[in-house]
C-alpha cells in the first residue's frame, strides 16, 4: 500500500484596506490534507465573512481557532507603516508575515521530506484578491477567492474579526470616533468626528479626511 504525503494548503487574505483608521489585519489559515480529494467537514458550509453577520463571524472563528485540524495565524499592520509604504505593500507585507508564521508552524510538524517540499513551494498557497508574495514563494492570487475558495473564506473570517476586535479596543481609548461603530471605515458620523476632533495618532494620514 502507498504511503500518503501530508500536504497543506494555506489561504490568506485581509480585512481593513479602505478604512480611514486601524490596522489592516491579515489573517490565514492552514489545512491539513492526506489528499487533494479529502477535505475538512467544517470548511464545506463556510461562507465569504462579508456575506456573515457580526454573531455568525464570531461563531465561525471559535469553530476555526479551535479545531485540531486548522492552524492559523494573524497579522497587523498599523497606519504608520500603511502611512510609510502605501495600503498595498502594507496588505502585502501581512501576507508574507502571516505565511511565514505559518510556515514556521506547519514545518514544525511535517516530516523532513514535507518540510522541504512545502519550504520549495510545492504546497498550496492561496491568496484573495489584489494580495501578493514575494516572487520566490509559489502561490496564486484568486480574485473573488474568499468567495470561491473554503480555506479563503476562513481567513477572511479570522482577519475580519481580529480587526473588529481591534476596533472595539481602540474605541475605549478613543472614544469620541464611535470606533465601535463603523470600525474605522469613512462613514458620514466618522468623517463628523474627525472634523470635529481633528485626527488620533491611530488615523491613517495618507487617507484622505475630506468630502464629508
Known amino acids: 500500500m502507498s504511503r500518503q504525503r501530508t500536504k497543506w494548503i494555506i489561504g490568506i ?3 481593513g484596506r479602505g478604512p480611514l483608521a486601524g490596522p489592516v489585519v491579515v489573517g490565514g489559515v492552514a489545512v491539513k490534507i492526506q489528499d487533494k480529494k479529502q477535505n475538512i467537514k467544517v470548511l464545506r458550509h ?3 465573512s462579508k456575506k456573515l453577520s457580526a454573531k455568525q463571524r464570531e461563531e465561525w472563528f471559535s469553530i476555526l481557532t479551535k479545531h485540531p485540524k486548522i492552524e492559523y495565524a494573524v497579522v497587523k499592520v498599523w497606519p504608520k507603516v500603511i502611512d510609510r509604504i502605501n495600503i498595498a505593500q502594507a496588505a502585502n507585507l501581512g501576507a508574507y508575515r502571516v505565511y511565514k508564521k505559518l510556515n514556521n508552524v506547519t514545518s514544525r510538524q511535517s516530516s523532513k521530506s514535507t518540510r522541504l517540499l512545502f519550504e520549495r513551494g ?3 498557497t492561496l491568496l484573495d484578491g489584489s494580495l501578493y508574495l514575494p516572487g520566490h514563494i509559489l502561490y496564486k492570487t484568486i480574485i473573488k477567492g474568499d468567495e470561491k475558495i473554503p480555506v479563503i473564506s476562513a481567513a477572511s473570517i479570522i482577519a475580519k474579526v481580529t480587526r473588529d476586535r481591534t476596533m472595539r479596543r481602540l474605541h475605549k481609548k478613543y472614544p469620541q470616533y464611535g470606533f465601535d461603530v463603523h470600525k474605522g471605515y469613512g462613514t458620514e458620523l466618522h468623517r463628523k468626528m474627525i ?7 491611530i488615523h491613517r494620514k495618507s487617507f484622505k479626511m475630506s468630502s464629508a
Open 195 to 201: 472634523k470635529k476632533f481633528g485626527r488620533a495618532e
Open 46 to 48: 463556510i461562507r465569504d
Open 122 to 124: 510545492r504546497e498550496h
Open 13 to 15: 487574505d485581509e480585512a
